[in-house]
């Protein structure tokens, strides 16, 4: 079994910065993909950002420039540094890993609310 628990979100002004984290823990054997998901009320959800194994990163158009993602493979953590954010950034954040253990499952975080505002 693999748990995911993230920290990180908040209420934060326009133009403010928040960063998330997620940590994977339990039976892992190594982990490809690691990214963020988000989920604004009445909406669908919707990617954010990916990283993968080797590094590669790929962005939804509305937030390059603007967010970073990375991981720390020692600690199986990924994280997504969001500067300059906008209202319409409010959402439900969920990390997502691609965990290997004789076969390679997504596992979810429970999610953590980010409202810009001001």
């Known amino acids: 079994q693999v748990q995911l628990v993230e920290s990180g979100g908040g209420l934060v002004q326009p133009g403010g910065s928040l960063r998330l984290s997620c940590a994977a823990s339990g039976s892992i054997a190594g982990i490809k993909d690691m990214g963020w998901y988000r989920q604004a009320l009445g909406k669908q959800r919707e990617l954010v950002a990916v990283?993968?194994?080797?590094?590669?990163?790929n962005y939804r158009d509305s937030v390059k420039g603007r967010f970073t993602i990375s991981r720390d493979g020692a600690k199986n953590t990924v994280y997504l540094q969001m500067n300059s954010l906008k209202p319409e950034d409010t959402a439900v954040y969920y990390c997502?890993?691609?965990?290997?253990?004789?076969?390679?499952?997504?596992?979810w975080g429970q999610g953590t609310q980010v409202t810009v505002s001001s």
């Open positions: 990283i993968t194994a080797g590094g590669s990163t």
């Open positions: 997502y890993v691609q965990v290997v253990y004789f076969v390679t499952r997504d596992y």
